[in-house]
Nanobody
Framework: QLQLVESGGGLVQPGGSLRLSCTASGFTLDYYDIGWFRQAPGKEREGVSC????????YYTDSVKGRFTISRGNAKNTVWLHMNSLKPEDTAVYYC???????????????????????WGQGTQVTVSS
């Protein structure tokens, strides 16, 4: 079965950290561009961070710059989203999605334009609260 699985969400206090994982099963992520998205209750889905497979270029939405880092470990068929200095407004369900392979785009476009991603994970809840 071809799927993406997110993990690593949970409840954390403001200022805390989490590391989300996006792992593929049934296919390799080597040639897929990966995006992390989030959706809070009553809000539209937002592109948080995206990474290209060919050159590793990345994009971060303004609200997470300097706090979140996206990285990929192809040997582990996983993409991570390292989240530091978490704020209550980061509370949302976080999803990863895979685009490609060989899709011609930019990391910014991946995160800001509604593209036809090939695979989506089921989501992991992140709650930032004291």
């Amino acid at each position: 079965q071809l799927q993406l699985v997110e993990s690593g969400g949970g409840l954390v206090q403001p200022g805390g950290s989490l590391r989300l994982s996006c792992t593929a099963s049934g296919f390799t992520l080597d040639y897929y561009d990966i995006g992390w998205f989030r959706q809070a209750p009553g809000k539209e889905r937002e592109g948080v961070s995206c990474i290209r497979s060919n050159d590793g270029s990345t994009y971060y939405t303004d609200s997470v710059k300097g706090r979140f880092t996206i990285s990929r470990g192809n040997a582990k068929n996983t993409v991570w989203l390292h989240m530091n200095s978490l704020k209550p407004e980061d509370t949302a369900v976080y999803y990863c999605a895979a685009l490609g392979p060989y899709y011609i785009t930019t990391a910014q476009t991946m995160c800001t334009v509604p593209l036809e991603y090939d695979y989506w994970g089921q989501g992991t809840q992140v709650t930032v609260s004291s």
